[in-house]
C-alpha cells in the first residue's frame, strides 16, 4: 500500500444529485473515508406545515423527480393512516401500476445509462448509441415505458396529477390497461434479451455483510404494503420506524443518515432481494438464477443486478394489476371521508430503499408537523462503510482504478441525492507524486 | 458546421426537468442529438466542456455559495435558459420563503438549526440574466425539444400566452369551480394541455403567470362562486410566491 494517497472526487456524476467523495491515506493507514453531500437543502418538512392535507403529496412530490410517485404514494398512505381511511382493492391495484411505472423509469435508467457505462469502460450512454446502438434502443423504450405508464395511471409522467386521497381522480380506459399489458408483456422479452449482456458485466469482486432493511409482508415481494424487516431481527412495526431509523446529522453531509442495529444498514433492490426474494414471480426467480444472484448476497456492487431482477418481477406484477382491473367495472370512487386530528405514518418501498413519511394534521386536516426519511440517507454510512473496507482491498492498484471502483459502488447504490441534500468527481492527490 | 453545444445544470431542485427532458422516444432522441451535440449533464454523462451555445439551468438559488458557480455559467454561455419552475419562478422551493428562516431551519434540523448556509430562495432571473424560459413543474418534454430548435435556430422560444382556461375549454372538461373547487386557471400560461383539470385535478399555476394576469377578473370569478381572495393567493403560494404582480395586488 502507498504511504499516502488523497482521493478526492468533486460532485460524482451519473447520479442524481451532488456528492463528493474524500478518501486520505497518511503513512499507510486509512485516516479518512468519506461521501460528502452538499446538495442545497431544500426544507420540505418545513414548507408543508399549514397547508392542508390535499396538497402535502403534490408538494412533497417535488421532493425528487426520479421517485416522484413514490413519494406521493408515502405520503398518501400517511395521510390515510392518519384520518384512518381504507382504500379500495381498485385504488390499490391503480397504485400498484404506478408503483411498477416509476420502477421502470428509475431502474431502467440507473441499469443501462448510469451503471453499464462503467463496464464498457464509457463515459457516457452517448458514445453507446455507436458502439451498441441496439442495446441503446432498448433501453430507451424500457425507461420510457416507465413513464407512459404513470402518464397513463398518474396522468403526467413524473409529478403525478390524477394521484388523491383516498381515491385517484382519473381512472383509465379499459383500452388503456390492454395497452399496458401488451407493452409490459414486450418488456419482459427486451429484458429477457438483454440477460447476456447483464451476464458479460464483469461486477467486482466484494463483500461485506451488512444489516439489510425492508418493507415486509409475508407472502408478497412487497413495495406498498405492510411492516419493516431486519435481516438482523426480524419485523418491526411501521408506526416503530423512528426506532429503526435513529436520525443523526454527521459534519460532511446536508442529509441526515441513520443507523439501526450495527453502524449502518444497507436499503434498496438487494435489501428487498435479501429480505423477501422468496415471493418473486417465477420468471423474476428464473432471472436471478441466470443472472446466478442468490439471497443472501453481501456484494454491494450487485444491487444493479437486483434492480434487473426486480424489473422482471414488477412487469409481471404490473400485468396482474392490470388484468385485475380489466376483469372490474373500473370507476371513478368517492374520496370524502370525515377530518379529524391524527398521526400517521406510511412507509413505501421506492427504487432506492424504504422511504418513510409520518403526518401530524389538526381537525381542519392541516399540517402541524412531518417527518420524511429519504432512502438515501438511510444508505451513506453504509456505502462509506463499504469504502472502509474496499479502500485497502484495492489500493495497490491504479489511482484511475481505485477512482472508478469508488464511483461504481457509489453508483451501484443508485443514490438520489436531490432527495436529501448531489455526487462524484474524483480528483486523486497524491503527496509523493503529483496530482493525477 | 459544429453542432450548437447544450449543457445542462442544476441547482436546488428535483431534477425531474432534466429527466422529463430525457423522455423521447428513441428517434426522437437521435434526432435531438443530431442537432445538438450534449456537452454537460452531470447526471447522465462524466465529461465537462468549457463554453456552451445554450445552457439549460435547472433549479432554484437557495444558497449564496451557488452564486458564483450561476454567474461562471452565464460568463460561458452564449444562451442561457431558466428551465423549469424553479427556475423560472423559483418554483416549489420559494415556498419556504413564507417563513422565517430561523422557524423552517429548526423544524428541519432541530438539534443544529444554523448547520446548513440557506437564504431566501430566488428565481434564476433575480441573479443572472436569462434568455429565455421553458416553464413547469415539471418541463414539458415535447415543448422542450420546440423550444431548444427555436433557440438553435435564432428564434424566440413560441410559447403559449394565454391562460390555462382556454386549453381547458377546448378539452371540454367541467370547470372545477362548478364543482366548489378553487383553480388558478384563467391566469395562469397555457401549454401543459389543462393538465390538472383535465384529469380531474385544479391548476395550481406551476407554468407562471401570463404575460399580463387579469387577477381583477380571477376575483371577479372567485366572489362569483363565493369564494375569498385569500384563498386563492394562498393557492399561488405554492409556485409563485417571487410573482411580485400577484403578491403586490393580492392584498
Ligand atoms: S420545476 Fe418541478 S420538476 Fe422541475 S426541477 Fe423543479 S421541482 Fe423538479
Ligand atoms: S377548471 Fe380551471 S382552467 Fe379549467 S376553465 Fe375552470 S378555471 Fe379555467
Ligand atoms: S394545469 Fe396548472 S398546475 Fe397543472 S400543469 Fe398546467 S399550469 Fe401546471
Known sequence: ?436 | MAKPKVAFFDFASCEGCQLSAIDLAPEQMLDLLNVVDIVEFREAISEKAAKYDIALIEGSITRDCDVPRLQDIRNRSKVLVAFGACAHTGGINALKNFQKKEDYQKAVYPTDPLKYETTVTRAISEVVQVDAFIPGCPINTMEFVRIVKNLVLGKRPDIPDYSVCVECKKNENICVYEKGMHCLGPVIRAGCDAKCPSNGGYCYGCRGTVTKPNLHAQKDVMQKYNLTFDQMTDQFKLFLQRNREVFKNAG
Not at chain 1, 387 to 415: C, T
Request: aromatic letters at 6%; a negative charge.
Open chain 1, 1 to 436: 500500500m502507498p504511504d499516502n494517497v488523497k482521493i478526492d472526487v468533486h460532485h460524482i456524476t451519473r447520479v442524481e444529485g451532488h456528492g463528493n467523495i474524500k478518501v486520505d491515506v497518511k503513512n499507510g493507514e486509512l485516516v479518512e473515508c468519506r461521501l460528502e453531500i452538499v446538495e442545497a437543502p431544500r426544507f420540505f418538512e418545513a414548507m408543508i406545515k399549514g397547508r392542508t392535507y390535499k396538497e402535502a403529496s403534490l408538494i412533497t412530490s417535488r421532493i425528487c423527480g426520479i421517485c416522484s410517485a413514490g413519494h406521493v404514494l408515502a405520503s398518501l398512505a400517511a395521510t390515510e393512516d392518519a384520518f384512518n381511511i381504507k382504500i379500495s382493492e381498485q385504488e390499490k391495484l391503480l397504485r400498484c401500476l404506478l408503483n411498477t411505472g416509476q420502477h421502470f423509469e428509475s431502474h431502467v435508467l440507473h441499469i443501462y445509462f448510469l451503471a453499464i457505462p462503467d463496464f464498457v469502460g464509457a463515459k457516457s450512454v452517448l458514445p453507446l448509441v455507436n458502439t451498441h446502438k441496439d442495446v441503446v434502443v432498448q433501453a430507451i423504450k424500457l425507461k420510457k415505458l416507465g413513464h407512459e405508464i404513470g402518464d397513463m395511471i398518474g396522468g403526467r409522467l413524473i409529478h403525478p396529477t390524477a394521484t388523491n386521497v383516498k381515491a385517484m381522480t382519473m381512472v383509465p380506459e379499459p383500452g388503456v390497461l390492454e395497452e399496458i399489458i401488451v407493452r409490459l408483456e414486450d418488456a419482459k422479452q427486451e429484458l429477457k434479451s438483454s440477460i447476456p449482456l447483464l451476464k458479460s458485466l464483469k461486477l467486482p469482486d466484494y463483500e461485506r455483510e451488512t444489516e439489510y432493511i425492508s418493507l415486509y409482508k409475508k407472502g408478497e415481494y412487497t413495495f406498498l404494503e405492510g411492516d419493516i424487516y431486519s435481516s438482523d431481527s426480524g419485523e418491526i412495526s411501521r408506526k416503530d420506524y423512528l426506532d429503526v431509523t435513529n436520525e443523526y446529522l454527521c459534519d460532511h453531509s446536508t442529509a441526515k443518515r441513520t443507523k439501526h442495529k450495527r453502524e449502518s444498514y444497507m436499503v434498496g433492490a438487494l435489501a428487498r432481494f435479501n429480505n423477501n426474494s422468496q415471493w418473486l414471480s417465477p420468471d423474476a426467480k428464473q432471472t436471478a438464477v441466470d443472472l446466478g444472484l442468490k439471497a443472501p448476497c453481501y456484494n454491494s456492487y450487485l444491487n444493479t443486478v437486483a434492480q434487473f431482477v426486480e424489473l422482471v418481477h414488477l412487469a409481471d406484477e404490473g400485468i396482474k394489476a392490470a388484468s385485475a382491473l380489466l376483469n372490474k367495472d373500473v370507476k371513478l370512487e368517492d374520496d370524502s371521508f370525515p377530518l379529524k386530528a391524527g398521526q400517521g405514518v406510511g412507509a413505501v418501498e421506492v427504487p432506492r430503499g424504504i422511504l418513510f413519511h409520518d403526518y401530524t394534521y389538526d381537525d381542519k386536516g392541516i399540517l402541524q408537523r412531518s417527518n420524511c426519511i429519504i432512502p438515501t440517507g438511510q444508505n451513506f454510512q453504509n456505502i462509506e462503510n463499504d469504502f472502509r473496507k474496499l479502500v485497502p482491498e484495492i489500493i495497490d492498484k491504479s489511482q484511475d482504478e481505485i477512482r472508478l471502483l469508488l464511483e461504481m459502488m457509489v453508483r451501484a447504490y443508485d443514490p438520489c441525492i436531490s432527495c436529501s441534500a448531489h455526487i462524484l468527481d474524483i480528483e486523486f492527490i497524491n503527496s509523493r507524486s503529483t496530482t493525477v
